[in-house]
């Protein structure tokens, strides 16, 4: 009798996990229908949800000192994310750096330069993910009249990803990495001047190689069994956070839109900088 009971208990217990996971695929069948799968979507979808709310598409912030930041408005969206790639909805819009930070832009905040590699133009590196904190807090305290209630961070590693692909279901937006990033087979073991490569379809320069960028995420684990995961954030994973894109020194395998690495929060290197996101005037 209890035996009895106990495999139906077991079969209550998994009936629904079966009916969970072909809910999950038909969900995510829809998903991937409604979603941008190619570039010319992503850019119509840019404009028109930017037209709808009023909001430029490029934007230029004044940092003082001569020096400014261009940013460009990301739409909301799907896509499937990561090696998994599980259906992820980012729900609202954002800007984001055409550009990753700048020497002169970090230079203009804080009042020093980290960067091994010195240009104004090149992108800021030798930063840990504490300095970006702190250079973001210190950005929002110095631009708060002009901003409107809208502030700097980081990029969730979800936005990073949606913005990095920009419509492109693939590795990158062309067959290989050359035409958009530098890497260590183009980059002569160096950093290069921001946007010096091919921009991507949303206008996003080096998204793939130059610098890692800091993400605000922890290293961790996303739930992967949920039918969509929005806005998601890995609020845990070993005290790591994540950095994206790949850079000068490494191969194009780790510079591809999914590739993913970590880093102690404390620690920087001649390999990583970072790119802003800005979010959207409150209404
Ligand atoms: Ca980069």
Partial sequence: ML???????????VIPIY???DKSAAQ?????????????DAVARQ?????????????????????????VYIPSGKFFMG???????????????KYEVTQEQWESVMGNNPSKFKGSDLPVETVSWDDCKQ???KLNDKLKDQLGGAVFRLPTEAEWEYACRAGTTGDYEADNLDPAGWYDGNSEEATHRAGGKKPNGWGLYDMHGNVWEWCHDYYGDYDTRKPLL????CASGGGFRVTRGGSWADDDDACQSVSRDYNNPGDGSCYGGLRLVLTCPAK
């Fill in 230 to 233: 929005v806005d998601p954030q």
């Fill in 83 to 97: 090696e998994a790639k599980f259906p992820v909805q980012i729900s609202q819009g954002f800007y984001m750096g």
């Fill in 3 to 13: 035996k009895r009971m106990a495999a139906l208990i077991a079969m209550m217990l």
């Fill in 47 to 71: 404009q028109k949800e930017s037209a709808a709310l009023n909001l430029p598409i490029g934007k230029t912030v004044k940092l003082g000192g001569g020096a400014k930041l261009e940013l």
């Fill in 135 to 137: 250079f973001i807090t």
């Fill in 19 to 21: 009916a969970q996971d």
């Fill in 28 to 40: 995510a069948k829809a998903i991937f229908n409604a979603t941008a799968s190619d570039v010319a």
